[in-house]
């Protein structure tokens, strides 16, 4: 076996990636340690191991904002919210991208535009309409919202993905007999997976970590999502970090295992654009 050379550029690679490897991985890892540890010795000491790894600040964050129920409605409202967002637009995709429609051109240009008003500045109509129809405290009408939040970036990912599939796998579906919605749910949306996958994760940590709206909108405990029920642990006269911790450990485990189910169909869609290209 050859021996692989060290040059100055592959050192400079691997000190570059372990600096961003370390960056990356400390805060989980101080994390982790400190959902173990008391207030205390979370400032006493950041990098000492805990004294004894028990349970009682993940028994505590359970017991003071329910963080298991809180994060089953964020897992709730993720889902929910990305599989009718995905619905839509792919259909919306698959439509504009292949077929002249009169009247595509304006709402491709109407989702530009969409995409360009901050979400910050939606916020104070978003929460009047809902109050006029009387539907706050109503996580249905929240997975609305962020579905169409999310839509017009979602929708131009899928159109620019279906126009690089080539036509004539749409050709051979009609000529054995499927019809249009045959031929987008058993052609393009197998092959249009990677860039699903994509759409679906980059969403999810939107939706799933998303606090101002749902802050406004959802005022029931038992409602609250991870990001609203954490707002809990802050009190007027101090923060409860140990716990906050431990809460913020349950928090990350559905998008760790979220990324890890769908991250080899994101790292295909990233080698199939730079093929493309």
Known sequence: MKKR????????????????LITTIFPLYFAILS???DDQTIFADFFALPQRFGLDNYISAEKMVHILRATANSL??????ICLMLGVSIMGAYV??????PGSEGVTLFLIAAMMIPIQSAIVPIVQ?????GQRNNLFVLMVIYAGINLSMVFFILKGYIEGIPKELDEAAMIDGASLFQTLLRVIVPVAKPALST??????????????????????PQLKPISVALLNLKGDFGTLYAVSFASIVISIIPTVVFYLIAQEKVESSICSGVVKG
Request: charged residues 10%.
């Open 129 to 133: 309409m809902v109050s006029a129809i």
């Open 76 to 81: 709730l409202l993720s889902t929910g919210s």
């Open 96 to 101: 504009t991208a292949r077929k002249r429609i």
């Open 199 to 220: 759409c679906a994760i980059t969403s999810f940590l939107f939706i799933y970590n998303e606090l101002p709206i749902a802050n406004v909108l959802i005022t029931k």
């Open 35 to 37: 959902s173990f540890k």
């Open 5 to 20: 050379k060290i040059t100055p550029g592959g050192l400079i690679y691997a000190c570059a990636a372990g600096i961003w």
